[in-house]
């Protein structure tokens, strides 16, 4: 089984300023999705990434895949309050999914 | 949009009692799925199905049981509740494989047991 590691764990910063969260693997994946979680909710998906080097873009959010496809980052411009949640990458791995443990993001008015 | 909806956001139930927890996908999707979340724990499955009348156990299938009438829907059983069985439970379902297998999931049932 393939797993997948998330960093960093926590993160707490004030509105306004950029970050950038990761997801890595030493296995390969055929595609990875980001979901953003709000308390109390299920996880909501922002994005998959399938090509190796992918980049996408949602408003201030970029995400890629690295050109192994083994890992993945989430940049954030300019946080607001209501990116606040926690943040989990999953895996592909045939009909499964191999999820991360998150980052929790905290982002302050 | 995908849609996966379980049918309870929020229960209490009794210690021995048994549980149901109903879900429904409306794409289509051949692959469902039921994990529990817990804290520092993250995401575990319970039980996995490919297909109508098929069903495979994941990581903590003891004390659960599932069943897959139709392809829409996947139900979990709690076939005699215990405290450590409380617990957020998210249904997901998925297509058949292939680039950009996606999985998507419900809104999660709160399920405390006392």
């Known amino acids: 089984t393939q797993l997948l590691e998330q960093s960093p764990q926590f993160l707490s910063i004030q509105e306004g300023e950029n970050l950038t969260v990761y997801c890595n693997s030493s296995?390969?994946?055929?595609?990875l999705q980001w979901y953003r979680q709000e308390p109390g909710e299920g996880p909501v998906l922002l994005v998959t990434?399938?090509?190796?080097?992918e980049v996408k873009k949602l408003k201030r959010l970029t995400f890629q895949f690295g050109d192994a496809r083994k890992d993945s980052s989430l940049h954030i411009t300019a946080a607001q309050p209501g990116d606040t949640g926690l943040y989990l990458c999953?895996?592909?791995?045939?009909?499964?999914?191999?999820f991360g443990p998150g980052t929790r993001l905290s982002v302050l008015p | 949009d995908v849609k996966v909806t379980q049918s309870s956001r929020y229960l209490v139930k009794r210690t021995g009692e048994k549980v149901f927890l109903e879900c429904v996908q409306d794409?289509?999707?051949?692959?469902m799925f039921w994990y529990r979340q817990d804290p520092g724990l993250g995401l575990r499955l319970i039980y996995f199905?490919?297909?109508?009348?098929?069903?495979e156990k994941g990581d903590i299938p003891e004390g659960y049981s599932v069943s897959r009438e139709k392809k829409e829907r996947f139900s979990l059983i709690l076939e005699s509740a215990s405290t450590n069985q409380t617990s957020m439970y998210l249904c997901?379902?998925?297509?058949?494989?292939?680039?950009?297998?996606?999985?998507?999931f419900g809104e999660g049932s709160w399920l405390t047991v006392v």
């Open positions: 794409m289509d999707h051949e692959n």
């Open positions: 999953a895996g592909a791995e045939g009909q499964n999914f191999v």
């Open positions: 997901a379902s998925s297509l058949w494989g292939g680039a950009g297998n996606t999985i998507y």
């Open positions: 199905s490919y297909d109508v009348k098929m069903k």
């Open positions: 296995s390969v994946f055929s595609s």
């Open positions: 990434v399938v090509t190796g080097g």
